[in-house]
């Protein structure tokens, strides 16, 4: 992991990005669908820990076609940045599964350009993909991760079902908040000993 700092975020040193190093390639990559499940139920060095997917959308509406950055991510991403959303909430574990309600969270940005930052946005419809999707919250102006330009973020629960049993494919990054009181050494050996367990099984 890769303790990520210094960022807006709450407790900004208790953050780490999780990956899954390659030892014949020598690298760290993505994580398949399946580790990140295992992970989220089993891993005991994080209070949190969960999946984002950088993506890009289409905005059919309302107003003029628009191609956006975003993300897919895991209904609690924002909860493991200690992020506060400035109107409505991050969308909830029920949309962010198949056949799940599609909810969206907006930046502030796009919740300006298109609604004027206006209250009654929330509960509002965005097509995005020729999906349509329930925003349920917005982020405070001065957000960011990774991707400064990221307008959506949407429920990573969402993809392909087929993806969530696949250990071959590796499309998914992870952020985590340690548990208070665990260093990044004693959570690296954990999810070590934690993913060899997982392979064993198989």
């Known amino acids: 992991g890769v303790i990520l700092k210094p960022l807006p975020y709450r407790d900004s040193d208790r953050l780490a990005m999780v990956l899954l190093y ?21 891993a005991r060095s994080f ?28 209904s609690n991403f924002f909860r493991t940045l ?22 969206a969270v907006i ?3 796009l919740w300006r350009e298109r609604f004027q930052s206006s209250p009654t946005a929330i509960g509002r419809s965005i ?32 993809t392909d079902p087929l993806y969530r049993k696949d250990r071959t494919v590796h499309n998914v990054l992870c952020v985590a908040r340690l548990r208070p009181g665990v260093e990044i050494a004693q959570a690296r050996a954990a999810m070590n ?10």
């Open 22 to 42: 390659n030892r014949s390639l020598k690298y760290a990559t993505e994580v398949s669908d399946p580790d990140f499940l295992d992970w989220r139920r089993d």
């Open 47 to 74: 209070e949190q820990i969960a999946a984002f997917v950088p993506s890009d959308f289409d905005l059919n509406g309302p107003g003029l076609p628009q191609h956006l950055e975003g993300y897919q991510v895991s």
């Open 82 to 103: 200690g992020v506060k959303l400035v109107a409505g909430s991050s969308f909830s574990s029920d949309n962010d599964r198949i056949g799940g309600t599609p909810a």
């Open 107 to 109: 930046s502030n940005r």
């Open 127 to 158: 097509i995005l993909d020729g999906t349509s999707f329930r925003i349920s919250g917005v982020l405070p102006p001065d957000f960011r991760f990774e991707n400064n330009l990221a307008d959506v973020y949407t429920p990573v629960g969402r």
């Open 193 to 202: 000993a934690l993913t060899a367990f997982v392979r064993s099984q198989e």
